[in-house]
């Protein structure tokens, strides 16, 4: 059975910094692209950041780069999203996923596995 168990969500000031965690189990995890979304209120999941299966490679939503950051430890089947310098706009549920293709994909649809989300919440 496929799990993915995001933690690390809170409330958290303008300027304050966040870690997400999302353990993965029954999948091999080193295998797998994972990236993370996630989803406002009235709003469709959108693309944050993704990263290919060693690690090497990255990609960022325009409206994150220079402020989150997407790492993987495959020894832990875990996959972090450090986000820093959070502003209002940033509050979602953050959502990670796993792909079975090879590249990076920025759409829901290229990730066929996710966890139940954690919310963010940044106040002004």
């Known amino acids: 059975q496929v799990q993915l168990v995001e933690s690390g969500g809170g409330l958290v000031q303008a300027g304050g910094s966040l870690r997400l965690s999302c353990v993965v189990s029954?999948?091999?995890?080193?295998?797998?692209?994972m990236g993370w979304f996630r989803q406002a209120p009235g709003k469709e999941r959108e693309f944050v950041a993704g990263?290919?299966?060693?690690?090497?490679?990255?990609d960022y939503a325009d409206s994150v780069k220079g402020r989150f950051t997407i790492s993987r430890d495959n020894a832990k089947s875990t996959v972090y999203l450090q986000m820093n310098s959070l502003k209002p706009e940033d509050t979602a549920v953050y959502y990670c996923?796993?792909?079975?293709?090879?590249?990076?994909?920025?759409?829901?649809?290229?990730?066929?596995?996710w966890g139940q989300g954690t919310q963010v919440t940044v106040s002004s």
């Open positions: 996923a796993a792909s079975p293709f090879s590249s990076i994909g920025v759409v829901v649809e290229q990730y066929d596995y």
């Open positions: 029954g999948l091999r995890f080193g295998s797998n692209v």
């Open positions: 990263i290919g299966w060693s690690g090497g490679s990255t």
